[in-house]
């Protein structure tokens, strides 16, 4: 079955505030890649770029393509061009481009063509439809069940619950979740939301109060007080990397599945959201305050603070209003709670 797969990868304007600072080549670049699948655009520009972040520069991107998006896939060459002196990257001839090196939607007669993403998507899918926190108030009027099988004290996949509160019956696929530990800002003390844990997804089967409901999938035993929220559509989002044009002064919350330390590949909760200006796109750079401790000729234990250290980049890819999660992409060493995040 012949299938048409497009995305947007939407573009920042070549006159942002990093655009002053020049791109810097790794040592050696190959001076061609040809793209194959699992490829994403942040790796495929880490090739030759040493911020590989900052790919929508080399590839000379700017609003106006937003309207006439680049499709990259797999058989692509894609070539460094360093001939005016500022390096960039270009399409040379690929699989499918019939050699002319335009950048053109295709319909490719394969089961499945995928374009090649601007990050991993598989490490953060699932965080992108599934509820992760709920606001301070907000869970208090949410659907919940009240009764599950006579039988049963939790019910799995197939299983029926029993629902107060769904107030729409039109809503027929739902996400249950359970509010978790709050997550307090490490400067104020103030509670900014509640983790919500994803159990599994449901059906409305009959309405009413209480309501019937269809256990979908459960990814955790599901029972009687846990809430549910509406499923979002499918959404497709092009993630775009860039630096925030504001200051931005953040610090982790929480490292998500209730881990004490996270690395590369770790979703971080961070106490700065939409309020403040974050979006989905922007690259922070993470940082550590550091100390270092001795043992004076009292025996006493001292302790000296030395300049902090800057250890990873971490990518927002969703943002509530006083909250943003975002993926470590790159980490020398382990992200623990508290680190601060600022601009790159």
């Not at 002196?85 to 939607?105: A, C, Y």
């Not at 559509?233 to 504001?246: F, G, L």
């Amino acid at each position: 079955m012949v299938r048409i797969i497009s995305a947007l990868i939407l573009a920042v304007t070549a006159t942002c505030a990093f655009a002053a600072e020049p791109l810097k080549l790794v040592d050696n670049p190959p001076d061609r890649h040809i793209v194959v699948r699992g490829d994403t655009l942040w790796g495929i520009s880490g090739k030759f770029l040493k911020q590989p972040w900052r790919w929508p520069e080399i590839w000379r991107m700017n609003r106006d393509q937003i309207k006439n998006p680049h499709l990259i896939y797999p058989g692509d060459v894609v070539l460094l061009d360093t001939s005016d002196g500022s390096p960039r990257l270009r399409l040379g001839k690929g699989v499918g481009r019939g050699g002319s090196g335009k950048l053109q939607p295709q319909v490719y007669s394969e089961a499945v063509q995928q374009v090649i993403p601007s990050i991993p998507p598989n490490v953060i899918d699932p965080f992108i439809s599934k509820p992760l926190v709920i606001e301070p108030g907000a869970h208090d009027g949410q659907p919940r069940i009240v009764a599950t099988q006579e039988d049963r004290m939790v019910v799995g996949n197939g299983d029926e619950a029993f629902v107060t509160g769904i107030p729409d019956a039109s809503i027929e696929k739902w996400n249950v979740f359970r509010p978790g530990k709050p997550l307090k800002d490490p400067e104020t003390g103030a509670v900014i939301a509640h983790e919500a844990f994803f159990l599994g997804s449901a059906r409305l089967v009959k309405p009413g109060e209480p309501a019937s409901i269809r256990i979908v999938q459960a990814k955790q035993e599901i029972g009687r007080g846990d809430r549910l929220l509406p499923a979002p559509a499918p959404e497709i989002i092009s993630y775009v990397p860039h630096r925030p044009e504001q200051e931005v002064s953040a610090r982790v919350v929480s490292i998500y599945g209730g881990v004490n330390e996270g690395g590369a590949n770790s979703v971080v909760a961070l106490n700065r959201g939409k309020n403040n200006g974050l979006e989905i796109g922007h690259v922070l750079a993470l940082f550590r305050n550091r100390a270092s401790v001795n043992v004076d000729f009292d025996g006493r234990r001292t302790s000296t603070p030395i300049p902090e250290e800057r250890y990873a980049l971490a990518f927002v890819f969703r943002v509530f209003d006083g909250i943003a999660y975002a993926l470590v992409v790159e980490s020398s060493k382990s992200v623990i709670v508290g680190d601060s995040a600022r601009n790159p």
